[in-house]
């Protein structure tokens, strides 16, 4: 069965940092999504990511922030400066259709020391 | 007011019993609704979906949908420990331009052995 595949599983980043968290939605889909989860927390919203541009973004989504679909397969999350409260579980999501079902990646946990 | 709220539980249950799970939202527009499956440290995991007004059945879960009272419930007949999990409601929020799931705070489920 298709799946979302997110690399790596695990990133520990120094504060100040930039990273890169990457992830190969299934091929046949057409939106593309990135969550993330702080411990305890709810799933939130970052940005949603159609016809290779930002289609809507969150208030978390600040300029630190940035999406790129570099190839027809790739799509990565790239956070400029990491800070101590970007430390969370960061899931990449995709569907095919407007009212379709959203798949998940399994995630990527983040820790910024 | 919320954009999807969810009682944020735990809900305890006895194995075999039956589970209810509420969720209601705030957006009229809104045309489908999701179930997701989030176990400890995991990514959310499709269970359900639904689109019209009525019960959607599926193994032992039952979707319903009331539209017009902005309300969306999830049942779980005979409930096992590993229904233990914390349960998603999420709304597509239909767009012409851009759209993004959004997200309950979730339920968190525990069935007694």
């Known amino acids: 069965e298709p799946e979302v595949t997110q690399t790596p599983s695990h990133q520990v980043t120094q504060m100040g940092q930039e990273v890169i968290l990457r992830c190969v939605p299934i091929?046949?889909?057409?939106?593309f999504y990135w969550y993330r989860q702080i411990l305890g927390q709810k799933v939130e919203f970052l940005v949603s990511?159609?016809?290779?541009?930002?289609?809507?973004k969150s208030e978390i989504f600040d300029d630190q922030f940035s999406v790129e679909r570099p190839d027809g397969s790739n799509f990565t999350l790239k956070i400029r400066s990491t800070k101590l409260e970007d430390s969370a579980m960061y899931f990449c999501?995709?569907?095919?259709?407007?009212?379709?079902?959203?798949?998940f990646g399994s995630g990527t946990q983040l820790s910024v020391l | 007011q919320k954009e999807v709220e969810q009682n944020s539980g735990p809900l305890s249950v006895p194995e075999g019993a039956i589970a209810s799970l509420n969720c209601t939202y705030s957006?009229?527009?809104?045309?489908?609704f999701f179930w997701y499956r989030q176990y400890s440290g995991k990514s959310p995991e499709l269970i359900m979906s639904?689109?019209?007004?009525g019960d959607k059945e599926d193994g032992r879960f039952t979707a319903q949908l009331n539209k017009a009272s902005q309300y969306v419930s999830l049942l779980i007949r005979d409930s096992q420990p590993s229904d233990s999990a914390t349960y998603l409601c999420?709304?597509?929020?239909?767009?012409?331009?851009?759209?993004?799931?959004?997200f309950g705070p979730g339920t968190r489920l525990s069935v007694l052995p």
């Open positions: 999501a995709s569907k095919a259709g407007l009212a379709e079902k959203l798949f």
């Open positions: 091929s046949n889909h057409l939106y």
């Open positions: 990511f159609y016809n290779n541009e930002i289609s809507e």
């Open positions: 957006d009229r527009g809104s045309q489908s």
């Open positions: 639904i689109y019209s007004n």
């Open positions: 999420a709304v597509n929020r239909e767009k012409n331009y851009g759209q993004n799931f959004v």
